[in-house]
């Protein structure tokens, strides 16, 4: 295709379609997915690259741990199996957590996209497996050989045929065969439907390859994102936050210097690697760090190969974010999450109209393992959505998964396929950061197994002890915390038994707020007390007003609410700011 033709609205014609082809290959995966992780969780992600292995569109289906870290991996592929070795119909593997997302769950699939004997593209995806044996999924490991079954990158199909010697390997390494290979089959079938809609479109507009037209879309996307960071002021901000940890707190320190039209962060002060599987590679930071900056100065830019070009991201080896092999990984998501909450933090000195405060972050990753009545043994994943921060223009969202992007899964969902009952679930009051803008809510769960035998619960939570905190005067969200319906405290980051017939409960951390909880809209509290997210208690206490109870509703008391938040007993109990109690300012 010559690069006359490329004028603006043949450009965004052919744009729009790579957006629709790479969103029908992700949409492939989710219907054909044997697993609610994949199926309902959308725990996944799908990108189109060209020849050189850039990424060109990626799927609004997805996670920017799996699209950003997939970004950067083709080359590893490609180098371990090279292009001219390629035939049509083949499809390569691989779950390395250093060359892609990780951890070993993660499997990612790349396919070449042949026409008239020639590659054009591939396309790839990368998505969540149930099992993938060892441990289990979790962050009790030692070494990551513990975590499961490791897969170089290797070819998944030749020439359309199953490579069955891996597969073979794979059904005996797991704890789902079933599930597990049949995901294995959508994501190389997904990668097909992506391949054929790009051919059709190929042909339909009469283009040898996409070449000329990934240099357009990446050099626009470049240049956009150079132009956003060069509206920052030129500097060096700098943020540290906290998360748990396995059993001590993490440090997590950032700096971030904007020269000109590049960026450079530095994660150099965080804590060193862990023992345990809370581990991050650098990819996997690379890939948070790339999408909080985003969120924040570029969220229209495609996010594609160009939006990267300006950004640099270093970590000292052997930190908590650059953990060297053979480091455990499992739950690494646990401190990966919480990046994008670290750059806003920092970036907040530059642009507090455009970051978030903390929010939950980390995933609520839970694992189940056991035996149905029956006595078949099962395993089952499900994750979960505490409070997002607060934002400069609105309230947090609620029991929503940032910055993973992932879905909870329908209770009856869970309940249809496996044997997990969930008997309680709801928000959970109280639990928001207050500001002028509060955090989200966390929410809190029961749960129990059907089952005449103990079960294991693999417990991958955060903010048990490191609450989200507040941005510019906004107090921190609630902590989070697991336990048994007796009281008894469970461990926020290991395998543990629990008896039948035992139930758990899973309380979801808050969001920080944004700003003075005294500036807070009183109708905007009375409401929040009107759904019983908030108690009168609490609304007195800490935004200052006084409500009173009507017929089924609140209002607040105008008169007694100007004069208690104009007092200083009511500012002494806002509780703006204060220290973080895991050792922050």
């Known amino acids: 295709m010559s690069g006359s033709r490329l004028d603006p609205i043949l450009l965004e014609v052919l744009w729009n379609r790579l957006v629709s082809v790479v969103e029908e290959q992700a949409r492939a995966l989710m219907r054909t997915s044997f697993t609610s992780v994949v199926r309902e969780a959308g725990d996944l992600s799908a990108g189109l690259f060209d020849r050189r292995g850039r990424m060109v569109a990626q799927a609004v289906t997805g996670t920017p741990g799996h699209v950003n870290a997939m970004a950067t991996s083709v080359h590893h592929f490609l180098r371990e199996i090279p292009a001219e070795t390629l035939q049509e119909g083949d499809a390569m593997i691989t779950n390395h957590p250093w060359q892609t997302s990780g951890h070993l769950n993660d499997f990612t699939v790349i396919s070449p996209i042949f026409r008239d004997g020639d590659i054009v593209a591939y396309f790839g995806n990368c998505c969540h497996a149930l099992d993938v044996g060892g441990r289990g999924l979790g962050a009790d490991a030692r070494q990551v050989y513990e975590e499961g079954l490791f897969v170089p990158v290797t070819r998944l199909f030749v020439r359309g045929e199953p490579n069955e010697e891996l597969f073979r ?22 990668n097909d439907v992506g391949g054929e809609r790009l051919v059709e479109m190929i042909e339909e507009f009469d283009l040898e390859d996409i070449e000329s037209l990934s240099d357009e879309i990446c050099t626009r996307s470049e240049r956009a994102m150079r132009e956003a960071i060069e509206a920052l002021p030129d500097g060096v901000y700098e943020n540290e936050a906290y998360t748990d940890g ?11 210097r904007v020269d000109g039209d590049e960026m450079h962060v530095d994660y150099a002060g965080s804590s060193p690697q862990s023992e345990r599987g809370i581990n991050v590679v650098l990819n ?119 910055p993973s992007g992932i879905r909870g899964v329908p209770a009856e969902v869970i309940e249809s396929i496996s044997p997990v009952l969930m008997h309680r679930r709801e928000f959970r009051p109280d639990s928001e950061g207050p500001g002028r803008h509060r955090g989200g809510f966390g929410q809190e769960m029961e749960i129990g197994v059907r089952s005449n035998s103990p079960w294991v619960l693999s417990a991958m939570y955060d903010r048990t002890r490191c609450p989200a ?15 048994t319906t007796d009281g008894r405290e469970l461990h926020p980051k290991r395998q543990q038994r629990i008896e039948a017939g035992e139930r758990v409960v899973l309380s979801l ?66 509780g703006r700011g204060g220290p973080d109690p895991c050792g922050g300012p």
């Open 169 to 190: 390997l794979v059904r005996a390494n797991v704890r789902a065969p079933f599930e597990v290979v049949g995901d294995l089959y959508a994501q190389a079938g997904s």
């Open 246 to 256: 396995f059993d001590e707190p993490i440090r997590l320190a950032v700096s971030i």
């Open 284 to 402: 996997y930071t690379a890939a948070y760090t790339t999408f909080g900056i985003k969120c924040a100065i570029s969220p229209e830019v495609p996010n594609n190969d160009g939006s990267f070009q300006p950004i640099h991201v270093t970590a000292p080896e052997g930190s908590i974010l650059n953990a060297v092999h053979p480091a455990p990984v499992g739950a690494r998501h646990i401190v990966g999450h919480f990046l994008p909450g670290v750059i806003h933090g920092a970036l907040a000195h530059a642009i507090p109209d455009k970051v978030l405060a903390q929010g939950a972050d980390s995933l609520w990753n839970t694992q189940i393992t056991g035996q149905r009545e029956s006595g078949e043994h099962f395993t089952y994943v499900f994750f979960s959505g505490g409070g997002m921060g607060a934002r400069p223009t609105g309230d947090g969202l609620s029991a929503t998964a940032f």
């Open 469 to 483: 905190q507040g941005i510019l005067g906004g107090s921190p969200g609630g902590a989070g915390a697991v336990s």
């Open 509 to 574: 951390p808050g969001g920080g707020g944004y700003g003075d909880p005294l500036g807070r809209d009183p109708a905007q509290v009375a409401a929040d007390a009107e759904n019983s997210l908030v108690s009168v208690e609490r609304a007195r206490q800490v935004y200052g007003v006084v409500l009173k109870e009507g017929p089924g509703s609140y209002a607040p008391d105008r008169e007694a609410t100007d004069l208690l938040r104009t007092s200083s007993t009511t500012q002494e109990k806002s």
